[in-house]
DNA sequence: GTGAAAGCGCTAACAG
DNA sequence: CTGTTAGCGCTTTCAC
C-alpha cells in the first residue's frame, strides 16, 4: 500500500538505518492509518530477543496474582512487557507443567521467565535465563526467591502456645514445595522448643488448596480430643479451616484457633480477620523481576534471595477453651 | 535422533493418521527423553487454532487480577489454556495499549480475548472473536461484560444520605470508561432524588488509582467547608482516601465517610474495612470467558450482560459529624 | 507410511 | 536507498 516491499516496512518499523526520510514517512503513515502492529509471534520467530518477560503459573490464584502486581509494578519503566501464562493442568499431570511452558515459550516468545512454585527441579538447560519463585527444591541450580518458611512458621505455633495451646494441628501443603516441608519443620521446632511432643495424628496433608484440605479439616475437627488450634500451611487453607469449623458450630477464636500464611488481601477480611504469617509477597514479585533482568543483562549478584516474613495477629487466635 | 523426519514427529506429536505404530512408539520415547515440547510461537505462526486465550490488560492491578482469578476457575477443565499480556503503557500512550496488543497477538497467538477496561472502541474487524470487560463504551459492537455500574453508584449514595450525609464528594474514575461515567450519573441520580443540589466542587477525577487520587483528595479534604463524605470510584481510590484521611488527622467514620466500588480483597480490611459497591468479579471474568467461547464455538446468545452490584456496608460509614 | 517442499509473518544479509 | 532472498520451527499438502 506504501509501494515499498515489506523488507523496507521492517525496517522503518525497526527504525534501522538506510531507509529515506520521504519512504519512512509515507509507510509511516499507512501504518498509523492501518492501525498495523508487527505479530508477535512471527517477530519472535525471526529475532533473537522479544522484549518480553514471561510469568509461569499453574494457575491464577491469589497468590500468583500477588506476585503478579509486584511484578508488575516494577516493570514498569524497563522497557519489558509482561506475559503471563497458565499452561493446562486439568487433564495432564498437575506436576511437571513449568517445564513443558518453559519449552513451548522459552527461546522464542519471552526472554526471559519467573516460574512460581515450580513442582520440580528446572532444568539448567534452559535457553533463557529462569528465575524461581518459592520453588520445588533449595537454592540449588535456579535462581530462586523465597521467604523464611521456617522462622515464620515457628514463629507462628510459638504465637499459639504463648497463647496457652498444647494440641496444635498442622495442615500442611504441597509436599513437593521445598516451602510447606519447611513451614512443617518450623512447626516441629516451635513444639519441641516447648518440650510438646508432634503427634503425627495431627498433621495432615492440605494442598494449599481448599478442595484438597476439606476431607483432612473435617477429620482433624470432627474428632472428640481435636486440636485447640489449628496451623495450616497457607491462607487459603486456613480460611478454608474458617468455613468448616463455622458449618460444624466451633467459634473462632473461642473454640479453635486458627493461623494461616501468606497474608494475601483475601485474609484480611475473613471471617474473623486472619492471624497469618506475612510473606512480603509483592516485594518478592518485584525482586523476581529485577533478578531475572540482571540476569538477562549479565549483571546478576546473588544468585538466592530469601525475604523475611512477620507474624500478623488478628482474630482468629485466642487462649485455648477452658 | 529418531532417524525420522521432522514431518513425521509432527504427525506423531499430533496424533495424526499414516504413521506406523513402530516409528510413533519410537518417536514418543526420544520426546519424552528429550522433554521435546512444541514452540508455542512456531506451531501458532503455522496453524489456525492454537487452544489459547488471551487476556489482555493494562497492568496487574487488583481489579484486573480479580476478574483474572474467574476466568482461570472457569477456563478449567475447557482444553484451553491462558495468556494474559501486559504491553507496554510506560512510555507511550495511555490509550490505545488493546488495540496495540490485540493486533499483536490476536490471529496468531491466541484464538480469541478478553480485553480489560479497554480506553477506545475495540474495532470489529478484529481476527479473532473479543470480549471486552467493563468497556470504553456502551454495549454497541464488540460483546461486553459489566456490571450494573448506575445502579450501584446510586445506592453507595443513597446509603450515605439515609446515614444524613449532604455535602458528598465524589472521586471520579476514569472518563474514557463508561464506567466512570454511569458511577458519577448515578451519584447524580441520588442526590436529585433526594433534593440535594450538585456541587461541582465535590466532584473531582482520581482515575481509579492512587496516584493520580492523590492531589484531588487533597484539595477536597483540605477545605474548611470539606464534605462529610466521599463516594470514590473504585475500592483503590477509596482506599487512599481512607490514607489522605488519616494523615490529615481526619477520623474515618467519625469525621469522614468513605464508599468505594468493586469490592477488591484489599477493601475487606482496610483500616477501616471499607464500606463499598460489590461487583461479582470472578462471575465477571468466567462470564467473559464463557461468552468468548461461544464465540468461537458459534453459539453465543446474548451480546452483552450486565451483573447485578451489591452494597456491602462496613466500618468506613457512619452518620455525619454533630 | 514416510519425507520433501511450501509457507505462516517477519527480519537480516546481501545484491543491486 | 531499496528489494530479493533465506530462514526462524512448525504443520500440511503431495509425491513417492
Redesign the pocket.
Known amino acids: 500500500m506504501a ?9 522503518v ?2 527504525n ?9 514517512e509515507r509507510v509511516l503513515a499507512v501504518v498509523e492509518e492501518l492501525g ?1 502492529e ?2 508477535l509471534v ?2 519472535s ?3 533473537t530477543s522479544t522484549n518480553v518477560i514471561g510469568v509461569l503459573v499453574a494457575e491464577f490464584e491469589p497468590y500468583s496474582t500477588e506476585l503478579l502486581k509486584g511484578i508488575s509494578a516494577a516493570v514498569d519503566g524497563t522497557g519489558y512487557e509482561l506475559l503471563a501464562y497458565a499452561g493446562r493442568t486439568d487433564g495432564g499431570a498437575q506436576t511437571g507443567w513449568e517445564r513443558r511452558s518453559l519449552s513451548r515459550l522459552a ?2 516468545l519471552v526472554d526471559a521467565a519467573i516460574v512460581v512454585t515450580p513442582t520440580m527441579v528446572l532444568s539448567s538447560d534452559s535457553p533463557v535465563p529462569v528465575v524461581a519463585v518459592d520453588p520445588h527444591t533449595g537454592p540449588e541450580g535456579t535462581p530462586t526467591v523465597d521467604s523464611d518458611n521456617t522462622t515464620g512458621a515457628r514463629e507462628a505455633v510459638e504465637h499459639l502456645i504463648d497463647l496457652g495451646h498444647r494440641r496444635i494441628a498442622h495442615l500442611g501443603g504441597r509436599p513437593d514445595l521445598e516451602s510447606a516441608r519447611l513451614r512443617e519443620l518450623g512447626y516441629r521446632q516451635a513444639l519441641e522448643g516447648s518440650g510438646i511432643a508432634v503427634d503425627p495424628l495431627l498433621i495432615k496433608v492440605g494442598g494449599y488448596r481448599p478442595d484438597l484440605a476439606d476431607a483432612p479439616v473435617r477429620t482433624l475437627l470432627d474428632r472428640p480430643d481435636r486440636p485447640t488450634a489449628v496451623f495450616a500451611a497457607n491462607d487459603l487453607s486456613a480460611i478454608h479451616v474458617l468455613q468448616v469449623a463455622q458449618e460444624l458450630g466451633l467459634r473462632v477464636p473461642q473454640d479453635l484457633s486458627v493461623v494461616g500464611f501468606d497474608n494475601i488481601p483475601e485474609s484480611w477480611g475473613s471471617a474473623p480477620p486472619l492471624t497469618t504469617v506475612a510473606q512480603p509477597l509483592h516485594r518478592m514479585g518485584a525482586e523476581a523481576l529485577r533478578m531475572v533482568l540482571d540476569l538477562l543483562e549479565g549483571t546478576a549478584r546473588e544468585r538466592h534471595l530469601r525475604l523475611p516474613t512477620s507474624l500478623v495477629v488478628r482474630a482468629s487466635t485466642a487462649p485455648p477453651p477452658r
Request: net charge positive; proline share 0%; aromatic share 6%.
Open positions: 509501494g515499498v516491499s515489506v523488507a523496507t516496512v521492517s525496517k518499523v525497526n534501522r538505518y538506510g531507509v529515506a526520510a520521504g519512504t519512512s498495523y508487527s505479530s512471527a517477530r520467530l525471526r529475532r527461546g522464542t
